[in-house]
């Protein structure tokens, strides 16, 4: 199957850089090279802005009906070429080709609801305190956007943000990840292809410092939308506050799993193992301590490292492969120095905690026990295929150590009590909760994190308001 051709989406146009840089795109499973992506010089950056100051009427003015012909015919592009997308997917970040296919599905559902969801931005009208006076509040577009996107999830990431822009009428400038970029120009291409008006959607790559910056000094956007790491989120709402950009910011978290001793915990584990697997652990939802209630602590941790040895750890384009590499050498040295770290402090190896062959970027699937609160592990994100357990006494202990943290996106909990369901629905810190479930994104509802993990909601009602502004208006003698 051939790799995408990388390419720079500019007013309309696909092409390369002007000067010619670009970088390689390395296969995680084998480390090799399989393409370069372009960059985009300053002078690029620039006709992109202009382009999108330039056409913004265009799309803003296109009926919402029509906008959504438009990307409907974009997702049926899309799931037409689902089996070559997936394994390019697979090819550049790693995970399985079955994952990728999924992550693809919901891609083309998200924008499915954004393009119907667009017909359904209501204003109002507000009784009036003077007779003869119509008090009108409507909603348009905020204007052109930008969106920066990690490489977690290629297609996902990047659809939020396109299909909650074009479903508001708003054009839209995006720097996809450098390491995965092939299905950010598969979904480009399927909208062009679509009748995408040029200039609507654009893409561009290069070094995310200065493509960020060059790109946020500019007047003309009028709203940033980024998934990313809490320092760069931090950095790029400084610099969008200089020409006052309204942000959506979706950073790291540090997802706590609370298991109670009366929950089914044998299932837990199954559920919590196999989220916590998923994508090789690089998912910014992903569980990543496990507090477990004492009485089912071993119970639960002999579950769990059950799940962890059945899996089969390779290649994602090979058969019956349930977790590939990590998407870069990078990650596994992080892994390393987190275990290391864990283990020096009295944390168990219960299963793996070492690299995984001779080629790739494999981690083992992990499982520590008996890791300090204090350990590095339990306080920074590890983004990787390494679980760490602590045993945790009372009800009111797993709460306030599911919040201990600054991070507030996911958080998971298994019991069969509703009072304790009740109860950490209203005390734990977090901008997304799952009872006895994993599942806490779906194209129809918010997706989004509180504290340094962020604010502002993507997906649901609340993700195409992210992309609209506020206008009130009033008439009288009319």
């Not at 080709?97 to 891609?107: H, P, Q």
């Not at 989120?233 to 200089?242: D, E, I, P, S």
């Amino acid at each position: 199957m051939a790799y995408e051709t990388l390419e720079l989406l500019i007013d309309g146009k696909w092409r390369q850089g002007s000067t010619g840089k670009s970088e390689p795109v390395l296969e995680p499973a084998t480390g090799e090279a399989i393409a370069d992506v372009p960059h985009a010089s300053a002078a690029d950056l620039d006709e992109a802005l202009a382009a999108s100051a330039k056409g913004f009427e265009t799309w803003r003015k296109t009926p919402p009906a029509q906008r959504q012909k438009v990307m409907e015919a974009a997702a049926r592009n899309l799931e037409a070429r689902v089996d070559e997308i997936a394994e390019n997917l697979t090819r550049e970040m790693g995970k399985p080709v079955g994952e990728a296919k999924m992550e693809l599905g919901f891609a083309v559902d998200v924008l499915r609801w954004y393009a119907e969801e667009g017909k359904r931005v209501y204003g109002r009208l507000v009784p009036s305190r003077i007779p003869g006076m119509r008090q009108m509040v409507m909603k348009e577009p905020v204007g052109p956007c930008l969106a920066f996107v990690a490489w977690i999830f290629p297609a996902v990431n990047v659809m939020r943000k396109v299909a909650g822009a074009l479903g508001a009428g708003c054009y839209l400038i995006i720097k996809p990840s450098e390491e995965t970029p092939a299905t950010a120009v598969a979904i480009g291409r399927a909208l062009q292809d679509a009748g995408l008006p040029d200039g609507v959607l654009q893409i561009v790559f290069g070094v995310p410092a200065e493509v960020s910056e060059h790109l946020l000094a500019s007047p003309i956007p009028k709203k940033l939308s980024f998934t990313g790491s809490v320092p760069v989120g931090k950095h790029l709402q400084k610099l969008a506050a200089n020409t006052m950009k309204r942000c959506t910011m979706e950073l790291g978290g540090h997802a706590p799993v609370m298991v109670f001793d009366d929950a089914d915990v044998e299932s837990a584990a199954k559920l919590a193992a196999g989220h916590k697997f998923r994508n090789a652990g690089q998912v910014c939802i992903s569980p990543t301590r496990f507090l477990v209630q004492e009485n089912a602590y071993e119970r639960c941790a002999d579950a769990f490292v059950a799940q962890a040895e059945a899996l089969k750890v390779g290649n994602g384009l090979e058969d019956g492969v349930q977790m590939g590499p990590l998407v870069a050498d990078r990650r596994l040295d992080v892994m390393e120095d987190f275990v290391g770290e864990a283990v020096g402090q009295g944390a168990k190896v219960r299963v793996g905690g070492e690299r995984s062959g001779n080629q790739g970027n494999f981690w083992a699937p992990t499982v520590l026990t008996d890791v300090p609160r204090d350990a590095k592990i339990m306080n920074e994100e590890p983004f990787g295929p390494v679980a760490p357990m602590m045993p945790v006494k009372t009800v009111d202990d797993m709460i306030e150590e599911a919040n201990r943290l600054t991070f507030g996106l996911a958080a998971y909990a298994f019991t069969s009590s509703g009072a304790t369901a009740n109860a950490l629905a209203e005390n734990v810190d977090t901008g997304l909760l799952a009872v006895n479930s994993v599942v806490v994104s779906t194209p129809e509802t918010p997706f989004g994190g509180v504290n340094e993990s962020g604010y502002g909601s993507e997906g649901g009602i609340e993700g195409i308001e992210a992309f609209l502004r506020t206008k009130f208006v009033t008439e009288t003698g009319v």
